[in-house]
């Protein structure tokens, strides 16, 4: 079900970057409307929370939506209007 969330806080470590390219190279896994991101946003978007206010600042490696694309329920990315 796609690949694992690695988080990391906003310092900033060249081994723990070569460690994730590595282990997660780009466009692995990644399911359909979604890219990988090697610092994406903590707080992305979904069905339940469209436009979340708070966000705490670290980087997410993994497979993120594509713009104008959230997460639903099932954690697929989807259109705003297929939210149900």
Same mark, same amino acid.
């Given at each position: 079900?796609? @690949? !694992?969330? /690695?988080?990391r806080?906003?310092?900033?470590? %060249?081994?723990?970057?070569?460690?994730? %390219?590595?282990?997660? !190279?780009?466009?692995?896994?990644?399911?359909?409307?979604?890219?990988?991101?090697?610092?994406?946003?903590?707080?992305?978007?979904?069905? #339940?929370? !469209?436009?979340?206010?708070?966000? /705490? %600042? #670290?980087?997410? @490696?993994?497979?993120?939506?594509?713009?104008?694309?959230? #997460?639903?329920?099932?954690?697929?990315? /989807? %259109?705003?209007?297929?939210?149900?």
């Amino acid at each position: 079900m796609g @690949i !694992p969330i /690695v988080t990391r806080d906003s310092r900033n470590d %060249l081994s723990f970057l070569l460690f994730c %390219l590595a282990a997660f !190279p780009q466009g692995s896994a990644c399911g359909p409307n979604q890219i990988f991101d090697t610092c994406g946003s903590a707080c992305q978007p979904s069905c #339940k929370n !469209p436009s979340p206010d708070v966000c /705490v %600042l #670290k980087c997410i @490696i993994g497979c993120r939506c594509e713009e104008g694309f959230i #997460k639903n329920t099932d954690g697929n990315c /989807v %259109l705003t209007q297929d939210c149900s």
